[in-house]
């Protein structure tokens, strides 16, 4: 029996460019033998002491409240939960469009922690600093494999770790597989660093 190979992702419920990576690696996992493991990062860390537009920083500034869930989350049921939250999570805001719903963010907290199987009234940790700390353990365990000057999401397998892949189309089957031996290879070298293209689309969840 083939042996899994370990891999570790970081994201943030709010990016979309996360979600989308995080739906390919799944996808994936269907062809290839990973073992993903999920962590959480946070936009609000990230850009805490950047320059960004004013209407981003507010939006991120929301950003922090369902990382915080999925921190209460696993502090309560361990790390097998923080996956299927996300999934809920994502899909809600990402598939179904209700990030542009801030003012009804906490019914879609609480909606995804019931679909999850969680505790609705784990949404409580939203509006509280308790585990602010960990939400920075994490972020700062993830950022610090790659460098300040990227973002979400963060991938590690085994001692390799990269900002990306940035994509914006969720990858399925042998064409998911591909991507993912292209990934490992070119990312495998150690004075690798950078291939980049400006984006021409926009993330697609479908």
């Known amino acids: 029996?083939?042996?899994?190979?370990?891999?570790?992702?970081?994201?943030?419920?709010?990016?979309?460019?996360?979600?989308?990576?995080?739906?390919?690696?799944?996808?994936?996992?269907?062809?290839?033998?990973?073992?993903?493991?999920?962590?959480?990062?946070?936009?609000?860390?990230?850009?805490?002491?950047?320059?960004?537009?004013e209407a981003y920083r507010e939006q991120i500034a929301r950003a922090i409240e369902p990382v915080r869930v999925v921190a209460a989350a696993r502090a309560k049921h361990g790390d097998h939960v923080v996956g299927a939250l996300y999934t809920e999570?994502?899909?809600?805001?990402?598939?179904?469009r209700q990030i542009k719903r801030l003012g009804r963010l906490r019914e879609t907290v609480e909606a995804a922690l019931e679909a999850a199987g969680l505790e609705p009234e784990l949404a409580d940790a939203m509006d509280s600093e308790e585990f602010d700390e960990a939400v920075r353990e994490s972020h700062n365990e993830g950022i610090?494999?790659?460098?300040?000057?990227?973002?979400?999401?963060?991938?590690?397998?085994?001692?390799?770790?990269?900002?990306?892949?940035?994509?914006?189309k969720i990858y399925r089957g042998q064409e998911?597989?591909?991507?993912?031996?292209?990934?490992?290879?070119v990312?495998?070298?150690?004075?690798?660093?950078?291939?980049?293209r400006s984006r021409t689309k926009t993330p697609a969840f479908g």
Do not use: Y
């Open 1 to 53: 029996m083939t042996e899994k190979t370990p891999v570790d992702l970081w994201f943030d419920p709010f990016c979309p460019f996360a979600w989308v990576t995080s739906r390919w690696l799944i996808e994936v996992e269907k062809v290839r033998p990973i073992d993903i493991h999920w962590h959480i990062m946070s936009l609000n860390v990230l850009n805490e002491d950047k320059d960004v537009p």
């Open 89 to 96: 999570l994502g899909t809600r805001l990402h598939n179904e």
């Open 144 to 168: 610090g494999l790659v460098g300040q000057e990227v973002g979400t999401p963060v991938i590690r397998i085994g001692g390799n770790a990269f900002f990306g892949p940035v994509i914006t």
């Open 176 to 185: 998911a597989g591909r991507l993912w031996d292209g990934v490992v290879a």
């Open 187 to 196: 990312t495998s070298f150690e004075d690798f660093f950078e291939l980049k």
